[in-house]
T-cell receptor, first 113, second 112 residues
Framework: NAGVTQTPKFQVLKTGQSMTLQCAQDMNHEYMSWYRQDPGMGLRLIHYSVGAGITDQGEVPNGYNVSRSTTEDFPLRLLSAAPSQTSVYFC????????????FGPGTRLTVT | GESVGLHLPTLSVQEGDNSIINCAYS??????FIWYKQESGKGPQFIID?????DKRQGQRVTVLLNKTVKHLSLQIAATQPGDSAVYFCAENTSGTYKYIFGTGTRLKVLA
């Protein structure tokens, strides 16, 4: 199994540009989520999904959209990039929500200028 | 990556010594806890978990202790090795919910 994969690994955007961060998992996990990681702060939940066709907002959803058309894929879209979205983004999956181990992808480092 | 850990507390230990990393969790309703290891430029990696019906759980070279009275979690690493150098952070969860609360982490430096 490849586990959780993310692309790209690095990205630089100009303010106002849009882009999609890709995330895929091959473990048939129901639950997938997106986090951002900023210096001095714990991981913060952006959006999550409990199954194909079902998504919901996390702690910091503004400026981001998600969709879950398949069990495997959970892309994160930045609609109009802002410097405040400069961060490292991690996708995670687990068998189901709650008290199960989350597997994390390698991350995407995004810089918005 | 490196910039994420710039302002983290640091624990420096000699190679071969035992390490103890602490975490104070915030939600008294949390009943599931995880320790993660994050190496520079990589995603968090699961180390060990514990449920609230336990006080102690052991893995390979690692032990997690849970004190629910004071909402405290610790990770003990035996015979610390250079490959253990990383940022360690805890996460808490309430069963059946989607929300994990993540700590900010502690950087472990292993001195040769």
């Amino acid at each position: 199994n490849a586990g959780v994969t993310q692309t790209p690994k690095f990205q630089v955007l100009k303010t106002g540009q849009s882009m999609t961060l890709q995330c895929a998992q091959d473990m048939n996990h129901e639950y997938m989520s997106w986090y951002r990681q900023d210096p001095g702060m714990g991981l913060r939940l952006i959006h999550y999904s409990v199954g194909a066709g079902i998504t919901d907002q996390g702690e910091v959803p503004n400026g981001y959209n998600v969709s879950r058309s398949t069990t495997e894929d959970f892309p994160l879209r930045l609609l109009s990039a802002a410097p405040s979205q400069t961060s490292v983004y991690f996708c995670a999956s687990s068998y189901r929500r709650g008290d199960y181990e989350q597997y994390f992808g390698p991350g995407t480092r995004l810089t918005v200028t | 990556g490196e910039s994420v850990g710039l302002h983290l507390p640091t624990l420096s230990v000699q190679e071969g010594d035992n390490s103890i990393i602490n975490c104070a969790y915030s939600n008294s309703a949390s009943d599931y806890f995880i320790w993660y290891k994050q190496e520079s430029g990589k995603g968090p990696q699961f180390i060990i978990d514990i449920r609230s019906n336990m006080d102690k759980r052991q893995g390979q070279r690692v032990t997690v202790l849970l004190n629910k009275t004071v909402k405290h979690l610790s990770l003990q690493i035996a015979a610390t090795q250079p490959g253990d150098s990383a940022v360690y952070f805890c996460a808490e969860n309430t069963s059946g919910t989607y929300k994990y609360i993540f700590g900010t982490g502690t950087r472990l430096k292993v001195l040769a």
